[in-house]
């Protein structure tokens, strides 16, 4: 059995891969256990992707949704769907989370998607070619590449994971050719890996799907065509319904946070999806990771990319030659193939062509996309190269392979060898820095003392909390995500609201009892408070000072050293409670010495929590006065019309007394609104200048 293995081309090709991930990743190996490699975006991205396989193994552990985790964003809690969680590799990597830990998995996972991009494009290469040695250094320019390595020095792990493209490449290219159910249903469970791995993947995938059949089907005799487009079909169903649960989520998550991107702006300069285009200078240059020349690269780039990171997509000039090569002297094999990367380096490009510093605003085709609804969250549009990368497996093999067959067969695995150390000079990986979990040793103290953790100045773009938590287990106020889910919580939420925006509160709308913050804090189980003092603007900590006052009293912390303080909420005396907040609709709140008032649009939602475990009757007090002139205001409870009022030109208070069940609820108020003459743009209609709220007998 060994015999046979050692001389399937698939073993071999697999494990030559593996050697070179091995020898390519070497100075992470000694401490693939406690430390991830990669540049400074990996301080980042690549914890919280450390992070992600924490969570997906402990949410599978428990039994619970990985989804979906309350330990973010306490204790509204975030949908994972839309973020960079690649659940894939969460599931696959997930018992060597649990046996070695999390860092392991990173590292495992890193170096099985190299190895496993590499025998992807081999087979891709080889069905392709029929040439085995051209084949394994096709293969080895599609899991080498600068734009696969930059992924890996970013820490970027649901872009590392190539290898579900290369494989879905192969099985739909055998869905044609050979017109097997099989190869069908595995080109459909590989999209769907793809999928569950990346977002931005499985868009490309399904663009490069339309342009595949295209291609295949118009170039098939007419004879074939029909029973092609039945394959191709079934590949594309059942993809899609192994992806079913993961779409409807996703759609589901969509509906729910609104979540989206901004629309493509071409007058913006700092538009996200313009910024994140490829440049036309970018696929001329040589590997920006490499040793040598990356500072000199870098510096260059800098004048055309000032704003972003992951512009190294350069192909290599070699690989770009052989397949130059393919084209000429293998054009009926090869043109496919080379239609396909030059539509997705157009692709690439953006939405409008950009040459160096000037941006040309002449449209390109990702303008097409960006029509369709929803392809506004597609903001990486340089990420389309990957395809290219693939694309240059079989076309630097068919390139060899051309070579080749001009000289002597010894002769032309000398050729094979000295392209493939050619490609190596130019691929050459950096010097890897390397990246320990280093986190301040009192969160191993809370470990096992449950409650949720706020921890202060907030971190919305770092992945410290998401390491700290890997330690201490418990949920966290905010956190890092890819897509910052809204949190009112933190703004609306009395005590909460003070320490987040670090500073006391001054308002008097929906003024609490002076134990509120307290309440707030117990009944959320909210136990630790974390204050970073080094990290805080020294003009800032006498605000974070009055706030921590204002909302736990004069207690001293349980601990403190040069960089943290932990306070520990002390105890109060449980009463019924309820807090209101002002929500969507409401300008922000104005003031002339202790005098407050907040103006209404055209409608606005006052928010009513309760945050105990059964109903209280509240009675809520409002005093408003209209703009200009006498107004008519409709009020609803949670969608129930509550009727409507006169809200005369001297001003009114309105009291509701309402039976408030647990949870979140919204009173929204409707008036006619008008241009505010002070404001140019500003609707306004009625202005609060009082209001209350407080739970009855």
Known sequence: MLHRLAKNQYVVAFLWYVALGLLVMAPALPVAGVAIPGGPVAETDGWQNVWNLWWVQRALATPANPLFTPLLFYPEGVDLTLQTLNIANGVLFAPVTALF?????????????????????????????????????????????????????????????????????????????????????????????????????????????????????????????????????????????LLAPFLVAAARAARSSGSGGSRFNPADPLDPILIHSANVYDLLLPNGLHPLWSDTVEELVRTWHPYIGAWNIAPGFVALALGTIALVAARRDAWRWAVLGLAATILALGPVLQIGTTRTMIPLPYQLLLAAPGMEIARRPSHFIVILTLMLAPLVALGLRALRARVQPHHGQILAGAAAVL???????????????????????????????????????????????????????????????????????????????????????????????????????????????????????????????????????????????????????????????????????????????????????????????????????????????????????????????????????????????????????????????????????????????????
């Not at 605000?543 to 204002?550: F, G, M, S, V, Y």
Request: charge should be neutral; charged fraction near 15%.
């Open 101 to 241: 830990g999390p860092i392991a998995a990173y590292n495992a996972a890193l170096l099985a998607a190299l190895a496993l991009s590499g025998l992807g494009g081999y087979a891709l290469a080889a069905r392709v070619s029929g040439d085995r040695g051209a084949s394994l250094v096709g293969g080895a320019v599609f899991a080498f590449s600068p734009f696969h390595l930059t992924k890996v020095w970013d820490g970027q792990l649901e872009l590392i994971a190539l290898q579900w493209i290369a494989f879905y490449a192969l099985f739909l290219l055998r869905t044609v050719e050979d017109l097997r159910r099989r190869d069908a249903l595995l080109a459909g469970l590989f999209l769907a890996l793809i999928g569950y791995t990346s977002w931005y993947y499985l868009l490309f995938s399904g663009v490069y799907s339309l342009l595949f059949a295209v291609l295949w089907l118009a170039g098939a005799p007419r004879a074939r065509r029909q029973a092609m487009a039945v394959q191709l079909g079934l590949s594309g169903a059942w993809g899609a319904l």
């Open 423 to 697: 490609i190596a000079a130019e691929y050459f990986p950096p010097a890897w820095p390397l990246h320990t979990l280093a986190v301040h040793p009192y969160y191993t103290r809370i470990a096992g003392d449950p409650g949720a953790v706020l921890e202060l100045p907030p971190h919305p773009e770092s992945s410290e909390p998401l390491k700290a938590q890997m330690i201490h287990g418990q949920p966290l106020l905010g956190g890092f995500v890819s897509r910052r889910p809204a949190y009112p919580f933190a703004s609306q939420a009395p005590g909460v609201r003070q320490l987040w925006a670090m500073r006391p509160e001054e308002s008097r709308l929906f003024a609490g009892g002076p134990d509120d913050g307290l309440l707030v804090l117990q009944a959320y189980g909210i136990r630790h408070i974390l204050v970073y003092w080094n990290k805080i603007d020294p003009g800032h900590r006498a605000n974070l000072r009055a706030a921590l006052l204002q909302t736990l009293g004069d207690v001293a912390p349980i601990y403190a050293d040069q960089q943290l303080s932990a306070y520990a909420v002390p105890p109060v005396e449980p009463r019924p409670f309820a807090y209101a907040a002002f929500g969507d609709g409401w300008h922000p709140e104005e003031a002339d010495g202790p005098r407050r008032w907040r103006w209404m649009g055209a409608q606005g939602d006052l928010v009513l929590v309760n945050p105990s475990r059964r109903d209280l009757p509240i009675l809520l007090s409002l005093h408003v006065q209209p703009f200009a002139e006498e107004r008519m205001m409709a009020a609803a409870f949670d969608r129930q019309p509550l009727g409507e009022f006169v809200v005369r030109a001297e001003g009114a208070t309105f009291t509701f007394r309402l039976l408030l069940p647990p949870g979140e609820h919204v009173l929204r108020l409707v008036a006619p609104a008008a241009s505010d003459p002070g404001l140019s743009g500003r609707l306004i209609s009625i202005v609060a200048l009082d209001a209350q709220i407080r739970v009855t007998p």
